[in-house]
């Protein structure tokens, strides 16, 4: 199977197990085609996005609450679905970039169908269904404004990957604090994927930025806002994580300096 068919399948399936299919051993990347900005996935009825409703989330402080605690975990199996599909997305979008790029999209893609996966059961055992509340299309919005791979690398490696090493951590102890320790291996395994995630953005990143440009500059020109370093952490912040990623000190330094912020923008 080609790597084009492969993300086109899962961009364009209806059905969630097929979403979630992973990649073929045999994965060949010969003919990678035309560049192809997708709009937007096909979805299951029940997981396709409401523009209309505004979708709420519990915070944290919800994990011992059963109830909130399912829809901590819908909305995580959901950014996890995004994840996987915008690495499909970025697959169609950008076919002239190196094998060695598309070959590491390709196995991020994967852990993200995985993540997904686990979510997914852990609200089954807890007697939810992934599709019994609504989603949003936080990640896509992103999609929608990315023309380059640097601009690809800096928005879901550098901002959305780099503070899911905040947010994991932070969920996974207020998840073992509920006394819901499988929830918690879950979250751990997604915190140490996420570090691998967040090398391969940061490899890239210097790959394809101006060898003589200032890396924090270079990354605040291309995100988009409002989002950016702002969103790139969360409240606490695990600069251990980010070095494990071969984040340079510096930009180790300015994240952690700024003030972390929710999607509205209020303060975290």
Known sequence: METRAFALALLESDSLAAKLRPPPADLSD???????????????????????????????????????????????????????????????????????????????????????????????????????????????????????????????????ENANLDFAQEHAAAARAAGDEDTARVLDRVHEDETRHVAFAWAWFQKLKPADEDDWEVYLANVHRPGGPERARGATFDALARRAAGLDPEFIEHLERTRPTRPGGAPR
């Not at 996890?80 to 950008?94: I, P, R, T």
């Not at 055992?125 to 299309?137: C, H, I, P, Q, W």
């Not at 380059?148 to 959305?160: H, I, N, R, S």
Request: glycine share 6%.
């Open 30 to 160: 010969d003919t990678p085609g035309e560049p192809l900005f997708v709009k937007g996935p096909i979805r299951p009825p029940e997981l396709r996005h409401d523009p209309v409703r505004k979708v709420k989330v519990p915070p944290l402080s919800g994990m011992p609450d059963p109830e909130q605690r399912v829809r901590i975990l819908h909305a995580l199996a959901n950014h996890e679905l995004q994840a996987a599909e915008l690495f499909a997305w970025v697959l169609l979008a950008f076919p002239d970039m190196p094998r060695p790029f598309r070959r590491g999209c390709v196995a991020v893609l994967a852990d993200e169908q995985e993540h997904c996966r686990l979510y997914v059961e852990r609200l089954e055992a807890l007697g939810a269904r992934f599709g019994d509340f609504g989603v949003t299309a936080h990640f896509w919005r992103k999609a929608a404004r990315i023309r380059t791979p640097l601009q690809f690398v800096c928005e879901m490696g550098l901002t959305l």
